[in-house]
């Protein structure tokens, strides 16, 4: 059976932070990601990275530099719009901002690019881990198993890792989303190019909106999202295009037919999204050997922006620990669970309340206050 001092479950931005701090600091360790390969699925859109918890994680891990020359210049662009089309707040980006947009996949490349080759596995699937004679022992779907004496739990909000410190699990926050893209939007769909102008939108009504970005390949990706019982995504046929357009745009009634023509003109499939969360706060006791980060420590809704810099400052802190405190592991875990504990805990009460601004009968009155006060 193979034996791994330090195993990362999972190759996410948080787990691949953790891996370069650790290679930084001369720190064995192996990450084991479930997809096949660097570009067996698609990374999502656009990230904001905060200067004072992405970025300063960037810095930890030696890749400020690389990182800033891959920003999407122009992408802090923000528009704010009504249910009739109308513009309400509308700022350029003169690059003076403190949250530069990165596509989450440029930032995922320049963190494996990073890493040693062989540090990550492909492919490798965890179905369970138990601890065992003082190890933690994780088995593979495809029958192998390894030993480790530190496992670390980086593998989102369904954690595999989580049971064993954790008898949370993730519940409906009551926002429903249906991803969707227009591509080559300026000459395709300019009605949508409009809507979106350079950056970031948000076009709302009452409780429900579009939120989306302009992509640095001309697109604009956005999501349809709907305060909402849970089961309305699960009667929607997503295989069939033209019925499921037909039932989110019925969501959209009496909206400006430009608006609307975001869901009845979008390329490809849709994609539902129900959005998760953790309890607000949640923590665990020190469990020996095995430690959470990233969603799969304070999975919380999107809406404060902090779930990737979050996770970036949880893989910086952990690496830094463990650097810190070399050959006293609990040491270090105790050092790095406690301030994660009170930064995700500010974290998901300020997602909570971005959502009850956002999906409001108020909106979008309600952000355009938020973003002039900030």
Do not use: C
């Not at 939108?201 to 579009?210: A, P, S």
């Not at 990706?221 to 295009?241: K, N, P, Q, S």
């Not at 969501?251 to 609307?260: E, K, N, P, T």
Request: proline share 5%.
């Amino acid at each position: 059976m193979n034996h791994h001092p330090i195993a990362i479950i999972g190759g996410g931005l948080g787990g691949l932070t953790l891996a370069r701090v650790l290679h930084v600091h001369g720190i064995e360790a192996a990450v084991f990601e479930l997809s096949d390969s660097p570009t067996a699925r698609a990374q999502g859109g656009l990230l904001d990275i905060h200067e004072e918890t992405g970025q300063a994680a960037l810095r930890a891990a030696g890749l400020y530099d690389e990182f800033r020359a891959r920003v999407y210049a122009g992408g802090e662009a923000l528009r704010i719009l009504d249910e009739h089309g109308v513009v309400q707040l509308s700022e350029e980006d003169d690059g003076t901002g403190g949250r530069p947009e990165i596509e989450r996949g440029r930032l995922r490349d320049l963190l494996l690019g990073s890493l040693p080759g062989g540090m990550v596995r492909w492919g490798a699937k965890v179905t369970g881990a138990r601890p065992v004679d003082g190890h933690h022992e994780v088995t593979l779907a495809d029958g192998t198993s390894f030993t480790t004496d530190l496992l670390i739990g980086a593998d989102g909000a369904w954690s595999r890792i989580r049971p064993l410190v954790s008898t949370s699990v993730p519940a409906y926050a009551g926002v429903s989303f249906v991803e969707l893209d227009l591509v080559d939007a300026d000459t395709r769909h300019p009605g949508a190019a409009e809507v979106a102008g350079n950056g970031m939108f948000f076009v709302l009504g009452d409780n429900k909106g579009f939120l989306g970005h302009r992509e640095p390949d001309g697109s604009v990706h956005a999501a349809a999202a709907v305060r909402v019982g849970e089961d309305w995504l699960a009667g929607i046929d997503f295989t069939d295009a033209a019925a499921a357009k037909a039932a989110v745009l019925r969501q959209f009634d009496g909206w400006a037919g430009h608006l609307r023509a975001l869901i009845s003109d979008a390329d490809g499939t849709l994609t539902p999204r129900p959005i998760h969360a953790l309890p607000v706060g949640h923590r665990w006791d020190r469990v020996p050997g095995v430690t959470l980060l990233g969603d799969a420590a304070h999975l919380m809704s999107p809406f404060a922006g902090e779930g990737a810099n979050i996770a970036l400052t949880d893989g910086a802190e952990l690496g830094l620990a463990l650097a810190q405190h070399p050959g006293d592991t609990e040491a270090a875990l105790a050092a790095y669970e406690e301030p994660m504990f009170a930064r995700a805990a500010e974290a998901a009460a300020g997602s909570v309340q971005g959502l009850d601004l956002i999906f409001t009968a108020d909106a979008p009155r309600t952000v355009v206050e938020m973003f002039t006060a900030a």
